[in-house]
C-alpha cells in the first residue's frame, strides 16, 4: 500500500495540465526558431565580407571630375580653400550610426560612393534618424588631397571614408554597409518591391533612358508605382530631373531618402523575429560589412525597440539648405558646406539630440574659407 500511494503520488507530481503543455511548447517554439534563425544568421554572416577595420586598404590612384555643363561657376585654386575641420568627433552609447553606402564601380577597380547615408538609432531621444551627403561635397580626405567625399571610398576604401565623415562633420560611425547597384535591386526584389509616387516629369525620363536598364520595365505611371528593384534603381540614380523644387544632386540624394523611406514604411511593421528571419535574404547581398555578428542582431533588436516609440522617419540633407556654396575646383563642380561649422551644428544635434548636452556646449570651430 506504501509502494502505490508512492506510485500515485508520483503520476500527480508528473501529471501536467493542459495550459501548462502550452506553454512549453510555445516556449519550446520559441527556443527552437531562436536557435534557427541565430544558426541562418551565423551561416550567412559569414558569406560577406568582413572587414575589421585593422587590415590594410590598398590605396588607388587619385582621380578627380571633369565635369560639363556646369554654367558659369567661377574656377577656384584648391590652394586657396582651406578646410578646418570639426575639432571634436561626437559618440554615445545611447546612439548608433551606421554607415550606408552605394558603390558605383568601375570595371574591376573599387569605384565610388554614389549614396551616402548615414542611419541613426537614438535610443535616448527614441528616435530615428537618416542623414544624406551630397556625393559632390568638398571635404579634406585624411591621408589624400582635398575633393568630392565620393572619391574617399575610392582612394581608401571605407576606412577612409569613415575617418572623412569623422574628420570633416565630428561624427562616429560605429559601422557600415556596403551594397553595389546589382545588390541594391536584390534587396528591393527580396523585400518585395517599394512604392513610390512620379511626377510626369519623372515618369517621362525613367520611360525613355536607360537608367531603368530593362526596357521591359518601362511601364512607369503618374503617381503611386510598386517598383523592382530595377525601376528603383533607375529613380535612385536620376539626377537631372527636378523633385520638390531640388535639381542636380540636391534632387538625387532626396529620391535617395525616398528610396530609403519606402523601405523603411514596407518594414515598420514587422516584428524582430519578422525582421530577422529576412536575415537569409538580404545578407548575401552585402558587399561588405564590419559590423560584427553579435552587433547585428543588438543593432536590429534596438532600432526595432526605438521604432515602436516613436516609428517617424526624419531625415537630413547635407549640406544643408541655406549653408553652402557652389563652386569650380580642378574641373569639378562641388558644393561648399559653407559656414562649415553650422552645417555641423545641426547634423551633430540632428543625430545626436539630447545625448549632445552630456558633453556641454557645441563647439565645433569648424570653417571653409575661400582667398587669402
Given at each position: 500500500?506504501?509502494?502505490?500511494?508512492?506510485k500515485e503520488d508520483?503520476?500527480?507530481?508528473?501529471?501536467?495540465?493542459?495550459?501548462?503543455?502550452?506553454?512549453?511548447?510555445?516556449?519550446?517554439?520559441?527556443?527552437?526558431?531562436?536557435s534557427g534563425v541565430?544558426?541562418?544568421?551565423?551561416?550567412?554572416?559569414?558569406?560577406?565580407?568582413?572587414?575589421?577595420?585593422?587590415?590594410?586598404?590598398?590605396?588607388?590612384?587619385?582621380?578627380?571630375?571633369?565635369?560639363?555643363?556646369?554654367?558659369?561657376?567661377?574656377?577656384?585654386?584648391?590652394?586657396?580653400?582651406?578646410?578646418?575641420?570639426?575639432?571634436?568627433?561626437?559618440?554615445?552609447?545611447?546612439?548608433?550610426?551606421?554607415?550606408?553606402?552605394?558603390?558605383?564601380?568601375?570595371?574591376?577597380?573599387?569605384?565610388?560612393?554614389?549614396?551616402?547615408?548615414?542611419?541613426?538609432?537614438?535610443?535616448?531621444?527614441?528616435?530615428?534618424r537618416l542623414t544624406?551627403?551630397?556625393?559632390?561635397?568638398?571635404?579634406?580626405?585624411?591621408?589624400?588631397?582635398?575633393?568630392?567625399?565620393?572619391?574617399?571610398?575610392?582612394?581608401?576604401?571605407?576606412?577612409?571614408?569613415?575617418?572623412?565623415?569623422?574628420?570633416?562633420?565630428?561624427?562616429?560611425?560605429?559601422?557600415?554597409?556596403?551594397?553595389?547597384?546589382?545588390?541594391?535591386?536584390?534587396?528591393?526584389?527580396?523585400?518585395?518591391?517599394?512604392?513610390?509616387?512620379?511626377?510626369?516629369?519623372?515618369?517621362?525620363?525613367?520611360?525613355?533612358?536607360?537608367?531603368?536598364?530593362?526596357?521591359?520595365?518601362?511601364?512607369?505611371?503618374?503617381?503611386?508605382?510598386?517598383?523592382?528593384?530595377?525601376?528603383?534603381?533607375?529613380?535612385?540614380?536620376?539626377?537631372?530631373?527636378?523633385?520638390?523644387?531640388?535639381?542636380?544632386?540636391?534632387?538625387?540624394?532626396?529620391?535617395?531618402?525616398?528610396?530609403?523611406?519606402?523601405?523603411?514604411?514596407?518594414?515598420?511593421?514587422?516584428?524582430?523575429?519578422?525582421?530577422?528571419?529576412?536575415?537569409?535574404?538580404?545578407?548575401?547581398?552585402?558587399?561588405?560589412?564590419?559590423?560584427?555578428?553579435?552587433?547585428?542582431?543588438?543593432?536590429?533588436?534596438?532600432?526595432?525597440?526605438?521604432?515602436?516609440?516613436?516609428?517617424?522617419?526624419?531625415?537630413?540633407?547635407?549640406?544643408?539648405?541655406?549653408?553652402?556654396?557652389?563652386?569650380?575646383?580642378?574641373?569639378?563642380?562641388?558644393?561648399?558646406?559653407?559656414?562649415?561649422?553650422?552645417?555641423?551644428?545641426?547634423?551633430?544635434?540632428?543625430?545626436?539630440?539630447?545625448?549632445?548636452?552630456?558633453?556641454?556646449?557645441?563647439?565645433?570651430?569648424?570653417?571653409?574659407?575661400?582667398?587669402?
Amino acid at each position: 500500500m506504501k509502494d502505490r500511494g508512492i506510485k500515485e503520488d508520483s503520476k500527480k507530481i508528473r501529471r501536467i495540465p493542459l495550459w501548462g503543455k502550452i506553454v512549453i511548447g510555445i516556449a519550446a517554439a520559441i527556443l527552437v526558431a531562436g536557435s534557427g534563425v541565430y544558426a541562418a544568421i551565423d551561416y550567412y554572416y559569414h558569406k560577406i565580407n568582413i572587414e575589421s577595420g585593422q587590415e590594410s586598404v590598398e590605396k588607388q590612384e587619385e582621380i578627380f571630375d571633369k565635369d560639363e555643363n556646369i554654367g558659369n561657376l567661377k574656377e577656384v585654386d584648391p590652394a586657396s580653400i582651406q578646410l578646418d575641420s570639426a575639432a571634436q568627433a561626437k559618440e554615445s552609447s545611447d546612439v548608433i550610426n551606421i554607415l550606408i553606402c552605394g558603390e558605383e564601380a568601375i570595371h574591376d577597380n573599387r569605384g565610388r560612393t554614389d549614396s551616402i547615408m548615414i542611419a541613426t538609432i537614438n535610443q535616448k531621444d527614441s528616435n530615428l534618424r537618416l542623414t544624406s551627403i551630397m556625393r559632390d561635397t568638398y571635404v579634406k580626405i585624411p591621408g589624400f588631397s582635398d575633393n568630392k567625399i565620393n572619391a574617399a571610398y575610392h582612394n581608401g576604401g571605407m576606412k577612409a571614408l569613415t575617418a572623412t565623415i569623422k574628420e570633416n562633420f565630428g561624427i562616429t560611425v560605429d559601422g557600415y554597409v556596403l551594397v553595389n547597384f546589382d545588390s541594391f535591386q536584390e534587396i528591393i526584389n527580396a523585400i518585395g518591391g517599394i512604392d513610390i509616387k512620379l511626377s510626369e516629369e519623372e515618369v517621362r525620363y525613367l520611360n525613355s533612358t536607360n537608367y531603368i536598364s530593362d526596357s521591359s520595365y518601362h511601364n512607369l505611371h503618374v503617381g503611386v508605382n510598386h517598383m523592382n528593384g530595377n525601376q528603383a534603381l533607375g529613380y535612385a540614380r536620376v539626377r537631372y530631373v527636378k523633385k520638390d523644387g531640388k535639381y542636380g544632386d540636391f534632387a538625387r540624394t532626396l529620391r535617395h531618402r525616398t528610396v530609403i523611406k519606402a523601405i523603411y514604411k514596407k518594414m515598420m511593421k514587422k516584428s524582430t523575429l519578422e525582421l530577422v528571419a529576412m536575415v537569409p535574404k538580404i545578407f548575401p547581398m552585402i558587399l561588405s560589412t564590419n559590423i560584427k555578428k553579435a552587433d547585428v542582431i543588438n543593432y536590429l533588436v534596438a532600432g526595432v525597440k526605438v521604432r515602436d516609440k516613436n516609428s517617424t522617419l526624419k531625415t537630413m540633407n547635407v549640406p544643408i539648405e541655406g549653408y553652402y556654396k557652389l563652386t569650380r575646383v580642378r574641373g569639378m563642380s562641388v558644393v561648399l558646406a559653407s559656414p562649415l561649422d553650422e552645417n555641423v551644428k545641426q547634423m551633430q544635434e540632428f543625430i545626436y539630440g539630447s545625448a549632445l548636452q552630456s558633453d556641454g556646449d557645441f563647439n565645433a570651430k569648424a570653417n571653409i574659407t575661400i582667398g587669402q
